[in-house]
């Protein structure tokens, strides 16, 4: 079920306020749009802690996202990405499934180095957004919210770059996918990256700053096992665990 940015609050237990609050907020917004009802109570929660539990404003930002799913989404709220609609995105292995963090954090990896601007098709491109995300979601555990991503931007160059495609997966996510980000692991960042990433960050909220994370490469070893147990660290960065591609997950 689909729903990365915002703010207020992590995971953990609801008290009964903030179920009294969910309540209100389905009620406001199903009565705006009946397709509501199809999303569960937690992802309710999500976008109600996204807006500082102000019911009127996650019920806009609710209904927005209960309108784009039903355009975006083959069943919309129901329903699943289908691989066919970014088989092009997925034969480029520009991501993969790694384990779990210390929290429970099922981790998705994303490689910017194998994208390029010049051949990007946008639509497919938010497209394989939308896929990733469902898909890192559907495997986070009960009593857990969020993901882990790291982001590898070894081998990143100009012919890489492409500001357009970057604010569109942070909009999707943010706007979409509320506190579904736990944090943003950069690693191998070149320098040069940082002149697109501060054309990037004006579009971030101020919540979903603080979740990118860059590592020096001196500290990359000792900060994925400070995050993850050693079993868990992909085999890329010397541990054990194998990525495994979109294609066979």
């Given amino acids: 079920m689909a729903s990365s940015g915002g703010g207020g609050g992590g995971g953990g237990d609801a008290g009964e306020g903030e179920w009294l609050k969910v309540a209100e907020l389905k009620a406001m917004a199903e009565a705006q749009d009946p397709h509501v009802k199809e999303v569960d109570n937690m992802t309710l929660r999500r976008f109600l802690r996204a807006r500082d539990h102000d019911v009127g404003k996650a019920s806009a930002m609710l209904l927005k996202f209960v309108a784009w799913r039903r355009e975006a989404v083959p069943g919309g709220v129901g329903g699943v990405m289908p691989a066919d609609l970014v088989r092009t995105e997925l034969s480029q292995d520009k991501a993969r499934m790694g384990g779990v963090d210390r929290a429970g954090r099922p981790v998705l990896l994303v490689f910017p180095a194998k994208h390029f601007s010049a051949d990007r098709d946008m639509a497919e491109h938010k497209r394989l ?13 009960r009593g857990q919210d969020k993901f882990m991503c790291i982001v590898d931007l070894k081998g990143w160059g100009y012919a890489n770059s492409d500001v357009r495609a970057y604010i569109a997966a942070i909009e999707i996510m943010q ?48 900060t994925l096992r400070r995050e993850m147990d050693e079993s868990q660290v992909p085999e890329m960065y010397g541990g054990k665990l194998p990525t495994v591609p979109l294609t066979d997950d």
């Fill in 129 to 141: 957004v939308v896929y990733l995300l469902d898909r890192i979601s559907a495997r986070i555990p």
């Fill in 175 to 222: 706007g979409y996918y509320p506190e579904r980000l736990g944090k943003a692991l950069m690693v191998h960042v070149p320098y040069i990256f940082m002149k697109a990433w501060k054309m990037v960050y004006p579009f971030i909220d101020t919540n979903t700053r603080d979740k990118f994370v860059f590592v020096d490469d001196k500290n990359l070893e000792e």
